[in-house]
Antibody, heavy 116, light 107 residues
Framework: DVQLVESGGGLVQPGGSRKLSCAASGFTFSSFGMHWVRQAPEKGLEWVAYISSGSSTIYYADTVKGRFTISRDNPKNTLFLQMTSLRSEDTAMYYC?????????WGAGTTVTVSS | DIQMTQSPASLSASVGETVTITCRASENIYSYLAWYQQKQGKSPQLLVYNAKTLAEGVPSRFSGSGSGTQFSLKINSLQPEDFGSYYCQHHYGTLYTFGGGTKLEIK
């Protein structure tokens, strides 16, 4: 089965850092671009970042540009999101999603809470 | 940046009814629009892409239409499993903006 499994979430202090991972299985990871999308509690979806299959193209939402870094390890079928200078407004469920036909496969998400 | 405006923000309907959700783009996005369904506590699922193409496994009671700046998602004969939240999303350029969402509740 095609599957994405996020990990790395947790409680982080304001100004701190956290690295999220997304393990892919059931498809040729190196052939697909990947996204991170987040959802604050009781709020809508917010696209965060995109990385192409070979990492040559990367885009960020303005709200995270300069603070978050998306990367991937194709031999290990893993996507990453390095988050720094975290703020309370970064508190959210973070999903990874495959860039197939739009966002065609989603993980279950990992929760990041930024609080002192 | 392109803004996506969904309406209504919430909607109450009964099983068997037909509902329509609309999405307006702040500029022309041609047909680069998708719709997602999200049930409570679950991750979103792709319903429609390229404005009107149903994703694999999506029931035919769902239909998408529109192009340019005006789009809609229609659900015929609502089923209990259709209740949840719906989001439109554009992919035009280098950003992937979601609409604010529509919460569809049981009347």
């Amino acid at each position: 089965d095609v599957q994405l499994v996020e990990s790395g979430g947790g409680l982080v202090q304001p100004g701190g850092s956290r690295k999220l991972s997304c393990a892919a299985s059931g498809f040729t990871f190196s052939s697909f671009g990947m996204h991170w999308v987040r959802q604050a509690p009781e709020k809508g979806l917010e696209w965060v970042a995109y990385i192409s299959s070979g990492s040559s193209t990367i885009y960020y939402a303005d709200t995270v540009k300069g603070r978050f870094t998306i990367s991937r390890d194709n031999p290990k079928n893993t996507l990453f999101l390095q988050m720094t200078s975290l703020r309370s407004e970064d508190t959210a469920m973070y999903y990874c999603a495959r860039a197939g036909t739009y966002f065609d496969v989603w993980g279950a998400g990992t929760t990041v809470t930024v609080s002192s | 940046d392109i803004q996506m405006t969904q309406s209504p923000a919430s909607l109450s309907a009964s099983v068997g009814e037909t509902v329509t959700i609309t999405c307006r783009a702040s500029e022309n996005i041609y047909s680069y629009l998708a719709w997602y369904q999200q049930k409570q506590g679950k991750s979103p699922q792709l319903l429609v892409y390229n404005a009107k193409t149903l994703a694999e496994g999506v029931p035919s009671r769902f239909s998408g239409s529109g192009s340019g700046t005006q789009f809609s998602l229609k659900i015929n004969s609502l089923q209990p499993e259709d209740f949840g939240s719906y989001y439109c999303q554009h992919h035009y350029g280098t950003l992937y903006t979601f609409g604010g969402g529509t919460k569809l509740e049981i009347k």
